[in-house]
């Protein structure tokens, strides 16, 4: 089993849901990612959602758009990402890590070469947002061959057969985009987005995941009681942005503990 | 000779092209994708296409021997397509009436852009005011303060301009930033793309409205000289009047087809806007698969060009495709040589040409000395150059 379907599983076990945070790797400065990523760990975090920093993030609000101009100020690229995932490895060999990122610094690398490097880093899953699966048949196989998890998101737009065709390829969980927009978009439904999980469930055995508009351990909480996993991007991102070199990691580790005690509860 | 037929179902020129976009795009894409493939052969649609070219656009545009430049250059003759006679003075307005019409039968109230030079934009908020549209211009805040007379244009027109802060705050940022409106407001608007780039059905929508220009050119050349030009030249950025022209002449093996991308500084610089020339990588951006200027990250660079509107870091996925099976040749002029042929059309023939359209004089320039006087030359010259007028009199020391 890999690591993404153990932890899913335990926590099933214990009936829990994961709590998956989010950060853009190399922001605010790379030497702090892999204590970031240890302190998540420690307050709570489930698996951990690592953005590769990109100069043209379509896909994202301001809040990550600005931390991916953070991390692009030290030169932080794919090479870097990864040897910084190497390093968390040698410290935690259990905690999942799903990269998120976009598909031109993949190719740009080479996707043989990306996933081999993937998979001697340590990374457990991929979201590449602009690889939709008609794109990316070949590139999962790739993944798959290494045991990697290709992670796809699905939107309130997807409609029933578009969703098979995704959950076809798609291994460790699935994704569900709470609200059509950009990540960190406003007002998430709470009763919309239970019929949503509802319906796809129907067609998946895999773990749903929520995010997009996961702001507070008030929606955190309502998320939990529909979905198995809750991603929260844009507002650690937020606390990343207003926090100082000395307490970055403190004020995550807070956060988190905040939002897996509003799930837990 | 096996007749030319691309893309295939989901926007594949070879390898180029495509929708690589995220889940949220993509059921808007269908759509769109489904109202074309609708509207593109209905005889309505194409009727009222026609209509508003012909008395908004003020189509056909005239082909125009340009022949004491041709003397003065020395070789062949070379003739113009005056895309720069259009109404708000481009090649633009062409794809802006054929999509704003979309809008209009797909009932979304709303449509957006992104501009970089301001043309495009301007050429969408003009027909947004004559079909009674809201229209939303997203612009990079550096050309907002570069284009000050088209935000100006814009804003007249009763269009909405954002300045978009993020990145290198030009054309590309601006494309993102009317992305993230459009996945956002997607049950309401229509985004309008600027050129033959972006996700399928984007890159042959856009061609099929800019083909007029070919289609018009074929019958000219046959009504003024009986016979097609030996080649055809016109500038690429993201290549929507390039595509425009070649699009008809593709199936003519006799007539060679040249795109001229923008050199800046020099290709030897790394200040240029030219990805085809430099055969830079391939990569994905914007929806599709082409060559790209990035670095050995992944990252998308900053361009140069003297022209705005070529100061693009990708090109259409078709020219990407046409470069590879060799069907059309892409070649680079640098800033100076396009000024030099700007100064040269403005005082031998009474036209200012837009800055862009000055590339594809300048290669015309080179190539028309290695030929002889009874070969024909037909270059688009996609637009007029007044908007450049800032930009031009700076480079003479002059403040206007």
């Known amino acids: ?265 | 000779m096996q007749l030319y037929d691309m893309p295939d179902e989901r926007g594949h020129f070879g390898p180029y092209g495509g929708i690589f976009v995220a889940e949220t795009l993509v059921e808007a894409l269908e759509e769109l994708r489904q109202m074309y493939e609708k509207y593109r052969h209905d005889p309505e649609f194409l009727a009222e296409f026609a209509h508003d070219l012909k008395h908004f656009v003020g189509r056909p545009s005239p082909i125009y021997h340009a022949k004491r430049w041709s003397d003065k250059v020395g070789g062949a003759q070379i003739y113009l397509k005056r895309e720069d006679l259009n109404h708000t003075g481009a090649h633009k307005v062409n794809n802006t009436v054929g999509q704003a019409l979309l809008a209009k039968r797909m009932g979304k109230p709303r449509v957006i852009a992104e501009t970089g030079a301001g043309q495009h934009g301007v050429a969408t908020a003009t027909i947004a005011a004559r079909l009674g549209l809201e229209c939303v211009v997203y612009m990079g805040s550096e050309d907002v303060k570069r284009q000050a007379p088209n935000v100006y244009r814009m804003k007249l027109l009763g269009a909405t301009v954002v300045p978009v802060e993020s990145g290198s705050k030009t054309l590309k940022d601006a494309l993102n930033e009317a992305m993230r409106d459009w996945v956002t407001n997607i049950e309401n608007t229509f985004y309008i793309i600027g050129t033959v780039a972006g996700p399928h059905p984007y890159p042959m929508m856009v061609r099929d409205f800019q083909a007029v220009i070919g289609v018009e050119a074929k019958i000219q050349m046959n009504e003024i000289v009986g016979r097609q030009p030996d080649a055809v030249i016109a500038c690429v950025g993201g290549g929507s009047n390039a595509m425009g022209i070649f699009y008809p002449y593709i199936n003519e093996a006799g007539v060679k087809l040249i795109g001229v991308e923008a050199a800046g500084h020099g290709l030897e610089t790394g200040k240029h806007a030219a990805p085809l020339t430099a055969n830079s990588a391939v990569g994905v951006l914007h929806g599709n698969r082409t060559y790209l200027m990035q670095d050995e990250d992944g990252q998308i660079i900053e361009t140069h060009s003297i022209s705005a509107g070529l100061d693009y870091p990708g090109v259409g996925p078709e020219h990407a495709w046409l470069k590879d099976i060799k069907r059309a040749e892409y070649v680079a002029i640098t800033d100076d040589e396009a000024m030099a042929a700007f100064h040269s059309l403005c005082r031998t023939e009474g036209i200012i040409p837009a800055l862009e359209s000055s590339h594809a004089l300048a290669y015309a320039e080179k190539l028309a000395k290695t030929m002889s006087p009874d070969q024909i030359i037909l270059v688009n010259l996609s637009g007029r150059g007044d908007k450049d007028m800032n930009t031009v009199a700076q480079l003479s020391g002059i403040t206007l």
């Not at chain 1, 939709?132 to 737009?157: C, G, H, Q, W, Y």
């Not at chain 1, 996961?214 to 207003?242: H, P, Y």
């Open chain 1, 1 to 265: 089993m890999s690591r993404i379907q153990t932890t899913f599983a335990t926590l099933k076990q214990s009936g829990k849901k994961a709590l998956i945070p989010f950060i853009t790797a190399g922001d605010p400065h790379p030497d702090q990612t892999v204590a970031m990523l240890h302190g998540l760990v420690k307050a709570g975090a489930d698996l951990i959602e690592l953005g590769v920093p990109f100069s043209d993030p379509m896909a994202d609000g301001p809040v990550i758009q600005r931390a991916s101009e953070r991390a692009l100020v030290h030169k932080v690229g794919l090479r870097k990402v990864l040897a910084l995932v190497k390093e968390f490895r040698q410290q935690d060999n259990k905690t999942p890590i799903v990269l998120m990122g976009y598909a031109n610094p993949i190719e740009a690398m080479g996707v043989e070469m990306f996933a081999d490097a993937a998979k001697d880093a340590g990374i457990d899953g991929i979201l590449t947002v602009d690889y939709p699966p008609e794109e990316s048949t070949a590139f999962n196989a790739l993944l798959k061959a290494r045991d990697i998890d290709p992670v796809f998101l699905l939107s309130p737009t997807t409609d029933k057969s578009r969703v098979d065709i995704i959950v076809n390829q798609a291994s460790g969980f699935i994704y569900y985009v709470s609200l059509k927009g950009v990540t960190g978009s406003k007002n998430l439904d709470i009763v919309e987005v239970a019929d949503r999980v509802a319906a796809i469930r129907t067609q998946t055995d895999l773990p749903i995941g929520v995010g997009f508009g996961v702001r507070d351990a008030e929606t955190a909480k309502a998320v939990a009681g529909v979905a198995d996993a809750i991603v929260v991007g844009s507002r650690m991102v937020q606390e990343v942005e207003k926090s100082t070199a000395d307490n970055v990691v403190v004020n995550l580790m807070a956060l988190t503990a905040e939002l897996r005690a509003a799930i837990d509860a």
